[in-house]
Nanobody, 123 residues
Framework: QVQLVESGGGSVQAGGSLKLSCVVS????????MAWIRQAPTKELEVVAA????????FYADSVKGRFAISQDSTKNTVSQQMNSLEPEDPAVYYC????????????????WGQGTQVTVSS
């Protein structure tokens, strides 16, 4: 069974930083990319960052450009997201995603969701 385990969430004051980590295991199929997707109350799912494994190319939602950075380790089994300058608009459950089968910024085009990690920002 594929497992995507997120960690690193927590509570931080506005302007602070957090680093999320996702470790994938048990994946035997094709993997081309991973992403971080967030779900905030009353808001739609949003893909905030994506990374293509083979090239290392990254893509970001306009809402987080310049503040978030997604990266992978040498094994491509761990994906991190450095989140700087967190804002009150950023709180959400952040999910690690794999198995892209479409366009990176469409949440429905990703499979293999993790359980999520909660990020809270105080103002």
């Amino acid at each position: 069974q594929v497992q995507l385990v997120e960690s690193g969430g927590g509570s931080v004051q506005a302007g602070g930083s957090l680093k999320l980590s996702c470790v994938v295991s048990g994946y035997t199929g094709y993997r081309n990319a991973m992403a971080w997707i967030r779900q905030a109350p009353t808001k739609e799912l949003e893909v905030v960052a994506a990374l293509y494994h083979r090239t290392g190319n990254t893509f970001y939602a306009d809402s987080v450009k310049g503040r978030f950075a997604i990266s992978q380790d040498s094994t491509k089994n761990t994906v991190s997201q450095q989140m700087n300058s967190l804002e009150p608009e950023d709180p959400a459950v952040y999910y690690c995603e794999a198995a892209l089968r479409g366009t990176w910024n469409r949440p429905g085009d990703w499979g293999d969701w993790g359980q999520g990690t909660q990020v809270t920002v105080s103002s």
